[in-house]
């Protein structure tokens, strides 16, 4: 069976810093990774996704992930974080096939922004 | 396109009451999916239709049932509600295999079971 790790709850840091938010799976296949972002009483919006190719990958608001197979993760990561970035991000892994796309989401984690 | 469209966005329910939450997505998607969102567990699989007229068990499954009449719309229904079952409840939907991208997902349904 498929899991997501995200090790850390809560992490804060302060706006300008940069950020790295940790993921790791477990998923006998090439999986299909996703990192979400939901705030406060929103809907989940995709910051970016891997399926193939290149290992890193680029998304909105200037994120970032890179897939590294022989470690099973893929952290998120931006150079400069903006207030607006707080929020609760989730990590994903799914896969196509008999999987029929469905999702296993990490805990979360909760990035908190200091000014 | 209004994407995925979830159907109330706020219930209170009293313990043993019922009730159904629609979902309506307008992408033609053939997989949707309700998941259930609780605070430190991300959120879980409860049931996913694979098309129309047909429906599977998730990850957490007991005390809901799905139907999915219409490729369009993917309803849960409660039928005893219980408070363990209160959480936010998303809904997703996405295209098969071969075509796949990422799921969509509604704006959640806040459930609280009183």
């Known amino acids: 069976a498929q899991s997501v790790t995200q090790p850390d709850i809560h992490i804060t840091v302060s706006e300008g810093a940069s950020l790295e938010l940790r993921c790791n799976y477990s998923?006998?296949?090439?999986?299909?990774l996703f990192w979400y972002v939901q705030s406060p009483g929103q809907g989940l919006q995709l910051l970016l996704k891997?399926?193939?190719?290149?290992?890193l990958v680029q998304g909105i608001k200037g994120f970032e992930a890179e897939f590294k197979r022989s470690q099973s993760s893929f952290n998120l990561r931006k150079p400069s974080v903006h207030w607006s970035d707080a929020a609760e991000y989730f990590c994903?892994?799914?896969?196509?096939?008999?999987?029929?796309?469905?999702?296993?989401f990490g805990q979360g984690t909760i990035l908190t922004v200091h000014p | 396109n209004a994407g995925v469209t979830q159907t109330p966005k706020f219930r209170v329910l009293k313990t043993g009451q019922s009730m159904t939450l629609l979902c309506a997505q307008d992408?033609?998607?053939?997989?949707m999916y309700w998941y259930r969102q609780d605070p430190g567990m991300g959120l879980r699989l409860i049931h996913y239709?694979?098309?129309?007229?047909?429906?599977a068990k998730g990850e957490v499954p007991d005390g809901y049932n799905v139907s999915r009449l219409k490729k369009q719309n993917f309803l849960l229904g409660l039928e005893s509600a219980a408070p363990s079952q209160t959480s936010v409840y998303f809904c997703?939907?996405?295209?098969?295999?071969?075509?796949?991208?990422?799921?969509?997902f509604g704006q959640g349904t806040r459930l609280t079971v009183v």
């Open positions: 994903a892994v799914g896969a196509g096939g008999t999987s029929y796309g469905k999702l296993t």
């Open positions: 997703a939907s996405t295209r098969p295999a071969g075509w796949y991208t990422e799921a969509f």
């Open positions: 239709s694979v098309g129309e007229g047909t429906t």
């Open positions: 891997y399926f193939s190719g290149d290992t």
């Open positions: 992408m033609n998607h053939e997989y």
């Open positions: 998923y006998g296949a090439t999986p299909y």
